[in-house]
C-alpha cells in the first residue's frame, strides 16, 4: 500500500478522527465505512460505503494533539502559544522542559528547535516519557524528510534534580507540575533565564511568585488566555455557545543577572 503507516485525519462532514493507514484495514464511523485500499492520493476525498465523503489529509500539529490519545492532561494549542511567546523561543533556544507528560507541548517546542536548539525534558515519570517520545516520533514520520531534533530526556523527580549537572546554561525553563517552587529549595540560577509556567490553579500562582520574586526574578506578569470561536455560516456570524473556561495560568519572569 502506497501509504502504508501514515499518520492522517479522516474528517466526515461532522467529525475529525485520526488513524495510522494499514493495508486492507478500514475505518468504521457513523456516516458509514472507509477501505484503506481507496486511498490513492494525499489529500484525497473518498467515498463512504453509504455514499458521504470523507477528506483524508495529514494533520496540523493543532489537529494532532487534540485527536491524539494522550496520558496526563496536555497544555492546549492556544496556551502553547502564549508560552513560546513569554519564554522568547527562538530556534537556536536551549530550552529545559520540567513535566513532560503526554508531550504535546514538547513537540511543538521540537518543531520549533529542530536541530539549531536544544531541549531537556524532565519527567519523574518514565511511562509518561516513553509514550510521548512514541508520540513525537510518531508525528514527525509525517514528515517527507527526517526531521533533526536535540531532545535530551532527563528520568527525575524534580526535588533531585541539579541544575548545575546540564553540561550548559539554558535560555529559558519552562514548567507543567504541580510545584514548580520546589527548584528554587535545592537551586539557585546566576545567569539571565526566563521562566514560564503553566498553573491550573490560583494558589500554585501566588506561591511561584513568590518564590520568583525571592530568587530576584523581575517582569513576572500572570495571564490567562480565553480563546473564544466564531460561527461564519451564510447569515449566522456569531460566537459559538461553547468555549473552554479555563485550561490554565501562565506565569513568566526574567532574571536578569
Ligand atoms: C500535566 S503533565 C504535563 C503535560 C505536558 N506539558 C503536555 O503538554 O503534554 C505533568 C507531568 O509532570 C510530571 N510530574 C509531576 N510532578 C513531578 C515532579 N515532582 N518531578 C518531575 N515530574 C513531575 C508528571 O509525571 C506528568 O507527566
Do not use: C
Request: proline content about 3%; hydrophobic content about 35%; charged content about 25%.
Amino acid at each position: 500500500m502506497k501509504f502504508e503507516n501514515s499518520l492522517v485525519v479522516i474528517k466526515s462532514n461532522n467529525q475529525k478522527y485520526l488513524a495510522v493507514l494499514k493495508e486492507g484495514g478500514e475505518f468504521v464511523t457513523d456516516n458509514g465505512k472507509i477501505e484503506y485500499n481507496q486511498i490513492t492520493n494525499l489529500p484525497s476525498i473518498i467515498k463512504s460505503s453509504t455514499g458521504d465523503d470523507f477528506k483524508i489529509y495529514s494533520p496540523s500539529y493543532k489537529e494532532f494533539v487534540l485527536l491524539m490519545k494522550r496520558g496526563p492532561q496536555i497544555i492546549y494549542p492556544k496556551d502553547v502559544g502564549q508560552i513560546i511567546i513569554e519564554g522568547n523561543i527562538v530556534n537556536d533556544s536551549k530550552v529545559l522542559e520540567m513535566g513532560t507528560g503526554s508531550g504535546a507541548l514538547t513537540l511543538y517546542l521540537i518543531l520549533i528547535l529542530g536541530d539549531k536548539g536544544k531541549l531537556i525534558s524532565l519527567d519523574v515519570d518514565d511511562k509518561n516519557q516513553y509514550r510521548a517520545k512514541k508520540t513525537i516520533e510518531r508525528y514527525l514520520s509525517t514528515f517527507n524528510n527526517e526531521f533533526k531534533y536535540n531532545l535530551k530526556l532527563i528520568n527525575s523527580d524534580l526535588v533531585n534534580f541539579k541544575y548545575s549537572d546540564i553540561d550548559e546554561k539554558v535560555d529559558v525553563i519552562i514548567t507543567d507540575l504541580p510545584e514548580p517552587w520546589k527548584f528554587f529549595d535545592f537551586n539557585k540560577i546566576e545567569h539571565e533565564i526566563t521562566w514560564v509556567s503553566y498553573l491550573p490553579s490560583i494558589t500554585q500562582v501566588e506561591k511561584l511568585t513568590r518564590r520568583l520574586h525571592d530568587n530576584y526574578f523581575e517582569n513576572i506578569e500572570v495571564k490567562e488566555i480565553l480563546e473564544r470561536s466564531w460561527i461564519v455560516k451564510d447569515k449566522i456570524i456569531r460566537p459559538m455557545n461553547e468555549m473552554v473556561g479555563h485550561t490554565g495560568f501562565i506565569v513568566s519572569g526574567r532574571l536578569i543577572s
